[in-house]
């Protein structure tokens, strides 16, 4: 583990939407900054992932100055979205959660409505530090996430994918593979690891700043989506079906929560604490 490194950093302004490749990041104890602050919800008031819409796969959300959006799509005009004023909020459920959000203007909910052909709405995370606590039975007093699927930051190792995508050329279905690192949606990817070493971690520490590491990421189906074409395929959830079925869950990638705040960079050394 001596010649872990931060490989690449990743945030997703809206969630569902494609990601943005970061050479620094500051981390908030809720997640990377700007990441998964905003998302869609339908008519009532569900959150829209790429579980239901495959399209927002390719999707872009630009972060500006002053957190505000730039959106844009393939065929589809470019738009501003500013950050809401905090003048009311309304009730976003996700997965099961009530989470209290502030609409964006109406431009933005046109704009996605187009896109999709569908009626929904996004939403932004006014207030991260209260909004939405943590599973308790995985938190702390206090600790907050984004609109992230359950944890503020989801971490994976090029060994596990190089491990996983050879698999995946073992099995029935190895024209699908390899499969990109992207499928994945992490926030932190690291390099000069071994295959699946991260299971065996409770802390580390990236650069100046340490973490949690709360248990593996259970799989969904928006793996088996290419993030560049919207296309379904069967893997990687065969594969992880077969290898890496724990308690009932396909599991790649390790949930960290933050245990202080910092700024992270490409190249920070990694460090196993326990």
Partial sequence: MGNAVLHSIHVHPVKAFRSTTLQESEVEPW??????????????GKVVTQ??????????AETLSGGGLRLSADGHESVTVPVPEP???TTVEIFGEKVEAVLADTAAHAWASAYLGTDVRLVHLDDPAVRRPLDPDFALPGETVSFADGFPLLLTTLGSLDALNSLIAQGDRAEEGPL??????????LSGTGAWAEDAWSRIAIGEVTFR?????????VTTTDQDTARHGKEPLRTLARHRRFGGKLMFGQNLVPENRGSLRVGDPVTVLA
């Fill in 180 to 189: 990109p690192m992207n499928r994945f949606r992490p926030n932190l990817v």
């Fill in 87 to 89: 003048v009311g909020t």
């Fill in 213 to 221: 590491v709360a248990g593996p990421c259970g799989r969904c189906v």
């Fill in 31 to 44: 997640g990377l900054a700007g990441d998964r602050r905003w998302v869609l919800i339908d008519d009532g």
């Fill in 51 to 60: 579980r239901e819409q495959p399209r927002l796969a390719p999707a872009a």
